[in-house]
Nanobody, 122 residues
């Protein structure tokens, strides 16, 4: 009932930039907070950045000063602009959205995208 369209990953060199995008669609009433997580091999999934429905951002320490999260509520979409990328940023990046469905406006659940690979070479 909730589907994701993620794009923008790929292979870049250290110091370069990349922009990830995520759009949520389906039988959606409201999209609340949205967030990007990442998971490197043999590591736990970790929060990178989150943005509230009102547009207030929050960043992991590793992302502060380098990453910028934004959203477009009219399209149920979110972007993550990443600058000064380092090999340590290599991971699968996942979009997560807090969503209520049509007919259940006040019942929210978290939904996850399928993930998108980001690889930064040194």
């Amino acid at each position: 009932q909730v589907y994701f369209e993620e794009s923008g990953g790929g292979l870049v060199k250290s110091g370069e930039s990349l922009r990830l995008s995520c759009r949520v669609y389906g039988r959606i009433d409201t999209v609340g907070s949205m967030a990007w997580f990442r998971q490197a091999p043999r590591m736990q999934r970790e929060l990178v950045a989150e943005i509230s429905l009102g547009g207030d951002p929050d960043y992991a320490d590793s992302a502060k000063g380098r990453f910028t999260i934004s959203r477009d509520n009219s399209r149920h979409s979110m972007s993550l602009h990443m600058e000064s990328l380092e090999p340590e940023d290599s991971a699968v990046y996942y979009c997560r959205a807090r969503v209520s469905l049509l007919g259940s406006r006040y019942t929210f659940s978290y939904y996850w995208g399928q993930g998108i690979q980001v690889t930064v070479s040194s």
